[in-house]
């Protein structure tokens, strides 16, 4: 590790290169981003995508039945955990193995590419036969070796950012991944840490990190209303806002009806309806017909 | 003042009440809002109103121009100061009664009602003769003597949240407002203080807020992009995002040109141009003509 | 007011100069800070003082029981509001004159100068009557009138911090109060606010202003631990804590007895008992016959 | 990992139950914590410890004199990383495996028992074979598979809280670790971010958790003034106050002399030289002599 470190702290160009903007002389006059290809999808056309489905898998039902009606109201990833990063060790942990077979009949059953997350180096093989792109939660943004280990595998990488996290750490975590030899990233972000806390929100959506980091980054750049906001009655407006924002997709939070909420075992609160995910899915859309907001390279 | 509390402590419904939403029972089950007349100018009818001007009063010409650019690009409602908080007791403080005279000027010729801050219970008199609608700023969202003050002249207000308020904290000073007998209050989102700042931004945007505060009370809600950034570049792209989120209006700062940004003396990183200030109101206007995004009232 | 921004601008060194250490050759090369009199009690010696009293003043006999408690007790200064800002129009404001008479009357009796709150430039002329340190509270720390107005009045004045200023805001606006020609302010730390609000305490006690703000200006610093922790039981900790940091003194909030914690109108739960004043007093006085802690000026 | 989840999910007491003070009648009643034994040394007794050393080992030569000095100077504890969490990967990353080796010369040549991290869950075994205790650091508070690991090692470990972690988030983290038998867990409070990040400190101190964290838990609590403050002039007046609020103990980073603060690769600006260490030594050792603060408990 030492030879490594040694090699590479060469690099002249500042903390992150390859994730850089100004080090594509193809991207440096546009705000256009480098499309990543998940399965057949595209991130970062200038549609944005939408990425739905359960926070975690919880049965083969559930999530057979989530599957269909986010494919049906316009999904075109879908998300659920089969691994759960949670505070305490009591909560439910995920399904584990069982999980990812579950994953693998839903995307076979719906057609549609499966997100899911990776907590632990020693399980990227393992997740990675199942998963179109794997997620590095928000907790291991800068878990350093898990992205060392994404990066070698070479399927997408959706990587969340810290919920304290500044632009500059976001952009070297996806670094780690890149010097693995691995570019196909979708940047996430999923809401800060603030002193709104436990007033209005669980998160406060940060949407000027948008503009910022497209500026400063090719990749693509998602959002994530569910966890932005920890409240499934705020995330369409919020959703709305971030399609306004010009991201290149929206990763949430799917329920399969509303007596489903508080039986569910990982964030019932946040999850929305089918019909409500249609709606802003049809929103998304419209917005692909207009041309992209332009930003001013600085 | 100890009888008037001990009157006004008998209140039972919470914190603050005539600004809040369940109190009355025609807007208890929907999203609308109670529209406010400034000048002629409705805000809160489901049309995104656009305010724009200069941060400071600096010049007659100036004012004048911007005046006349932003009226051309589609504003409503004409901003500018003429009394200025500023940090440093050395930075410009605002040309005061000079700058109230030039904003009558600016309002004679272009049309545009005139939003225009005052910072001193003393001056509300004085501030009032000119403005079609007063500002509270952000440092004086919670300098009770001046929300009474606001509150028994009577004109239309718009309540700018503080940085590091939070909800109730801002509600209550609209309730301030409201118990002396004036219900005409915009409120304003102009970003709060997280650890982001200086590193990308001045202020985070907090639009979680928007349907937070639409949940709880009937006053229109504006957002502020320009300081909620501090950087022109990411205006637009923040601008579009709260009309997403379903916005009462926008309150927007414009330079003249583009020599102008640092000869301004007030907050020049942060102005746009008249022509994209355009593209944001015709941007607005069509959201106009869809349905309001509705929010499931709790 | 534009002549007199038009003069003040042409200061040359930097936001706030009548407060800065490096103004001061006879201050540059320590750490010493310029001591402040409150009628006749040295602030910023080297020995910490202890300012105490109730939050707000709600009757003559609780305000009289709690002076005498906290001269016992070896308070320096007693402290007490007439005028208090509250968040709620509907919450207790302060009993206003007959709460200043009261006061006159406490400190006859206990000998203690005493420290009050003014939230209204138009009252400063009345409060400043009876109080031998005028309070500008966190939320007026931006209040720039009223700032302007207590540097005219002349007695010292005690200046919180916002709990989301920053230290070039806190210090600019002390130069409010020192461009009227008033050196004599002591800063008070009382907390800043953070995503931990809610979570075990009311804000977070910023320790590290402290050295800080030290090595900038001449000012004496003293802490609120009640206010920066919100909790009773948290407070002695804290204040010790600050009497390590090398405070120039203490402002504490006492109960009478633990009967009052619920009756009292205004922050019972972070008020502690005399016999706890007593220990913290203590402790700082052991404080005193130490060489102050020294801080490599930059 | 389903199964396991299934069980565990069955717990009654609370997010967090084997680090709760109110799961141990003994402790319930005191603020006495439960003494951790690192290699002979005790932490947790009433009288605090001092751990200091490099921020990274950086040299045989660099390691051996700092760790000699840190002797010297009254250290307990021999600190310093050869696997190091960098925001970029082109930064030092640690000497590795050979900074292993150097660091079991200079605890045989010292005396000091050796505190450093671990990042990596398959790097448990092999830092373990040297390190006293490990570290695990702010940003692997919730690296949920390296927790584990590093419980079932069962060497003492060091916890540091993440800077924008909650109370329980940070007590749920202990608790993954004591799950798998290992209570010996020194939680280490490393500063927060804040807003006031970048102004004049890299992190805020927040000693308002150390009462708050000592009424729920009966692990010991130490301060981590380096990354707290992020500056060497800042960090003796904190550590004091550190001391002041009742820790356990101090991690602190040292620098061999003032001309290898720049030469420094990792953390240069915010070491101490091994004077200072001893001046805060000598006055930690003063504390032990007093009655350690009693919180009450809730």
């Known amino acids: 590790m030492s030879e490594q470190a040694a090699t590479v702290t060469s690099k ?35 549609c944005p995508v939408i990425i739905a489905g359960p926070c975690a898998v919880e049965s083969r039902d559930q999530t057979l039945a989530i599957a ?67 997620q590095v939660g928000a907790r291991s943004m800068q878990n350093f070796p898990l992205l060392r280990e994404v990066g070698r595998f070479g399927l997408p990488v959706l990587l969340k950012r810290h919920w304290a996290a500044t632009l500059t750490e976001w952009l070297c975590a996806a670094e780690y991944i890149a010097v693995e030899g691995n570019l196909d990233i979708l940047l996430c972000e999923r809401g800060i840490r603030t002193f709104t806390q436990g007033d209005y929100n669980r998160n406060t959506l940060d949407l000027n990190v ?52 508080c039986r569910t075992l990982c964030d019932g609160p946040q999850g929305i309806l089918p019909a409500e995910l249609e709606a802003i899915a049809d929103d998304a859309r419209g917005w692909c017909r207009r041309p992209q907001a332009k930003l001013a390279p600085r």
């Open 12 to 46: 002249p160009n500042g903390p992150y290169e390859l994730v850089a903007r100004r080090t594509y002389p193809e991207y440096r006059r546009t705000t256009r981003c480098r499309v990543v290809n998940v399965a057949g999808v595209a991130v970062g056309t200038g």
């Open 210 to 261: 948008i503009p910022a980091a497209r500026r400063r980054t090719i990749l693509p750049i998602i959002a994530d209303p569910s966890h932005a906001t920890g409240d499934a009655a705020m995330v369409p407006d919020v959703a709305r806002a971030s399609i306004g924002c010009g991201v290149d997709g929206l990763i949430i939070e799917v329920i399969a009806d509303d007596s489903q909420r």
């Open 68 to 134: 269909r009606a986010v494919k049906a109201a316009g999904a075109d990833l879908l998300r659920g955990g089969a691994f759960k990063p949670r505070t305490s060790p009591y909560e439910f942990q995920g399904m584990g193995d069982e999980g990812l077979e579950i994953l693998a009949e839903a995307r076979a059953r719906s057609g549609l590419p499966v997100v899911t997350e990776v907590l632990d180096p020693r399980d990227v093989e393992r997740v990675g036969q199942v998963a179109d792109c794997l």
